[in-house]
Every structure is written in C-alpha cells, then in structure tokens.
C-alpha cells in the first residue's frame, strides 16, 4: 500500500468524508480513480447503514442495498430478525434503537427504518436529529401531525429521505402523470382508488388472555409510544396493522402504494373535506371493508389540463368502483391486488398496484406517445436513496418519494383513518389543512363505537351482547390527529 493510502486509513471515516467534501467544494463523493484504481470503492462512497425493524420488509430493504455497508441491526424480536442477522453477521445487534444511536452515533450515516407504523415517527425523528439519513417505510407515520412534524424536519436537517411506496420509483406512475397532465384524457373529474387487502385479520376484538411474553421479544420496547396493553401474539410479528394503536389497516398499508399515481399525477394538496363508511368499525382494529371520499378543491391550470374541484374515494376490504364505460367484459380492473383509475372529460385512465400497466380505456393496444419529461429512476427505489444520501446537501436530487412530497401525501392517506373513526357523526367532515383541523365538530358531539359484539347461539338462535363506548367526538379527532404518547416517549 503507498504512503497517501496508509495516511488515508488513520483518519477517522468521519473526518475522512468532512475533509474531502471540503476539498470537492460541495461534492462529498471522491472519484474512485482518484484513490485506488479499477474496482477501488472509496469510503466516501460506501454507506454505513443501519436497519432497524429488520424482521420482514427492512431485511428486503437492505437487501437492495447491496454493496453499502450493513454495521447494525434493530429490532425488538429477535427470532423474528434472525434471518437479517444471518444476513449480515458482522452487524452489531440491538433491541432499542435509542442504545444503538447513541452507542454507535458516529459509526452511522444512514438508517432504514420498517417497524410498525406507531413507533415510524420516534424512530425517523430521533435518527434525523443524530444527522443521520432515513428510508422509512410506508406509511410514513401512524398520523397526520407526525407526518407534517417529519417534513418539516426534513427540511431542517437536510438528511436525504424516502418513504418505502416503491412504485413512486416505477416507470408506470411516471407515465400516468405524463399522460393525464398532456391532456390525453381531458380535464380530471373523478378519481377512484382500491385493493384486495387486508390479506390479515381485521375488524377483531382485543384478546382476554395473557400468554407469556417470549424471552426473544422485548414487548415495552414493541409497545413503543402507545398505551400500554398485555402481550399476546396476535399483535406481532405481521398482524400489528390491523390494531389502531399500532397499524393503520388496508389504508395505511396499501394507501401510500395505490393513492400514490393519483396524488402525484394531479399534483394534489390537501383536501377540503372528507367522509367514511365501513363494515363494524370498533375501539380496537380496522373495519374489514371501508370507503373514504376525499374532496379536493379547485386548483389552478397544470400542463395542459384544467383542474377542477375532485373527489377521489378509496376503497378496500374487495369492495370496487362502479365499472367504467367502455372497459372490456371480463375485464379485471387494474390488477388483482387493486389500482387506481381517473375519469376525464375525454377517456379513462387505469393503472394496477404500484401505478403498474397504466392504460386508457380504447387506446391498450396504442398508448399515447407522450414526451418523457418525469425524470426517471435508473436504479431501484432503495438506490435512488442511497445515491441522495451521498450527494452534499447543497447539490442534492432529492430521492423520488423524499418527505417533502411523501409527507404531505401521507397526511392525505392516514386522514382517511379519521374518516372511517368518526362516520358515526354522520356528515362530510371539513377540513383546515394548514392548521390540522376538522373545523365542523362540536364541542358537545359524541360517537358511538363498538367495544364487544359478542354472541352466542340458544336453540339455533343468535343472542348478541354489542356494546358501544361513547366518545366525544372533537377530543377524539384531536387525539387521533395527534397523538398522546406513552410516558418516556415523545418527538
């Protein structure tokens, strides 16, 4: 090894990226030429990334990540992360990921985060405060107010971020954009989103029996931020989405992924009005079938179309839209696990999961030529990060789904949670976007909501037990739209 490479590895791995991001006025990243020759990776070039909730998608995450540095592993399970651990054995592990930040704080430069929805926003905020850049999975937060709380510190960091909707990344959800704004299918009127899910048990009462906490899992630290309740293993690993303390349900998961070409297309803000519907909708778990409609306002001239006031409504739990004319016989809409779909005043546009397979109704077999002016991904959604984490804050391309476009957007998806919790109100619920706020509640006004439904059957006949906890409806909305954390936990 020459003398300029021996001197290059007594520096620290910090001062090494502050002094050459110096010398490159404003470029962190050293050519590799410069360093060491043909197939030479600098370590300027080379993240330190460390992962926490590593058990299901952050282990598919960081397996995208091929070729940065894996340094540490975080989750509260450890027979469920045992694969990822497998995966990358020179990781140092941990249960709470505060204890790794804080003991290996100068080791990381870059997080990716897929815990359950609840402990999202603690996790991300804690990791960007640190400097530390942050993929986090989709939904971005378990509510409106982290979701604006983590924008803003996106902002105020300048860590490179991205939520987990890959298809925001794909080819598909680019040329959805490209063709609704050239006008190809007239001036947006409607818009309709749907999926299969939940694939999982929802609409569930909370279990009565305590079984043992498993000596692998830390259940406090699982608990996180909510209140805290007994440990059983309907909660974790997986079925965690269909509680409301700890998921999101069919929306959150599959929102962010199906909403996604719609909000992006259209350039959407927030709504000025919203209202829910459902099967059983109770204190503990998302309703098995729900639909949101959301009002959005009348906004100024984008490209080449016009757009008026539009009401995009959501659907979930297998319920669909009204099938749209001219669509073949036969014909699945988007694809099998869902899609999205906008009338215009000229033709109807569809699109599968993701934004996949977009086409308008009469033209599948000749899609408009439209110029490419989207910037496309060349790598995949987990490198476009990875690359935004390597550029200097100055001369960064944001990463396609970073937190000033996903965190509004997120905003837009977990309000329908809001929707669906309050429809016991009964009317088209207003809302005051910039300040967070449904401005048509009452002080007074109160929602009924299912606690038990029991029921068993005498002589063939069933004999229900539904009772009902009565909640005033304005401390509700305020309490779901920002949270009241466990103590010992806070942003």
């Given at each position: ?69 894996i340094v540490a592993l ?250 749209p004319e001219g669509i ?68 960064r391309r944001e990463a ?92």
């Amino acid at each position: 090894m020459d003398k300029k490479n021996k001197d290059l590895n007594k520096l620290s791995r910090r001062k090494f990226i502050s002094r050459t991001a110096t010398v490159a006025a404003g470029i962190s990243i050293v050519p590799r030429h410069v360093l060491g020759g043909v197939g030479y990776k600098a370590p300027s070039d080379t993240l330190n990334i460390a992962g926490i909730g590593v058990g299901g998608m952050g282990r598919a995450n960081l397996r995208e990540m091929a070729g940065e540095n894996i340094v540490a592993l975080c989750d509260v399970d450890w027979k469920y992360a045992q694969r990822a651990f497998n995966d990358y054995p020179k990781a140092k592990k941990f249960k709470d990921y505060r204890k790794m930040l804080e003991t290996m704080g100068d080791d990381i430069d870059a997080v990716v985060i897929a815990t359950p929805d609840h402990t999202h926003a603690v996790t991300a905020a804690e990791s960007m405060k640190m400097g530390k850049h942050v993929y986090l999975q989709k939904p971005l937060t378990h509510s409106i107010y982290e979701s604006r709380y983590l924008t803003e510190l996106a902002k105020e960091t300048g860590v490179a971020t991205q939520m987990g909707n890959q298809g925001h990344s794909g080819e598909g959800t680019r040329l959805f954009g490209e063709w609704i704004r050239n006008g190809e299918i007239g001036d947006p009127i409607e818009a309709h989103c749907w999926t299969n899910r939940p694939i999982w048990p929802q609409g569930l009462e909370r279990p009565e029996n305590e079984p043992a906490i498993p000596s692998t899992l830390d259940w406090d630290l699982f608990i996180g931020p909510a209140e805290y309740r007994p440990y059983h293993p309907a909660y974790t690993p997986w079925n965690w989405r269909a509680w409301w303390d700890f998921g999101t349900g069919a929306l959150g998961d599959m929102g962010c992924h199906i909403m996604d070409p719609v909000y992006f297309a259209l350039d959407l803000d927030h709504p000025t009005a919203f209202q829910g519907s459902s099967s059983q909708v109770n204190t503990e778990s998302a309703p098995i079938a729900e639909k949101v409609i959301y009002y959005f306002p009348e906004q100024s001239k984008l490209n080449k179309i016009n757009r008026p006031e539009l009401k995009l409504t959501w659907y979930d739990g297998g319920l669909l839209p009204e099938r749209p004319e001219g669509i073949k016989p036969g014909k699945v809409l988007g694809d099998n696990d869902g899609g999205a779909m906008v009338v215009g005043t000229k033709g109807t546009i569809i699109c599968g999961t993701y934004g996949r397979d977009p086409y308008i109704i009469g033209r599948e077999d000749n899609p408009p030529q439209t110029k490419k002016v989207i910037p496309r991904v060349e790598t995949s959604h987990e490198m476009d990060w990875v690359r935004a984490c390597k550029e200097s804050k100055n001369n960064r391309r944001e990463a396609s789904s970073h937190f000033g476009y996903s965190g509004p957007f997120n905003e837009v998806v977990v309000m329908g949670n809001l929707a669906v919790r309050l429809q016991d109100l009964n009317k088209k619920l207003n809302w005051d976007g910039k300040n967070m706020k449904i401005t048509n509640i009452g002080e007074s006004e109160e929602i009924k909501v299912v606690t038990t439904d029991k029921f068993t059957v005498v002589d063939g006949d069933p004999k229900f037990n539904t009772q009902y906890a009565t909640i005033n409806a304005r401390e509700a909305a305020e309490q779901y739209i920002k949270h009241n954390y466990r103590e010992g936990w806070k942003l």
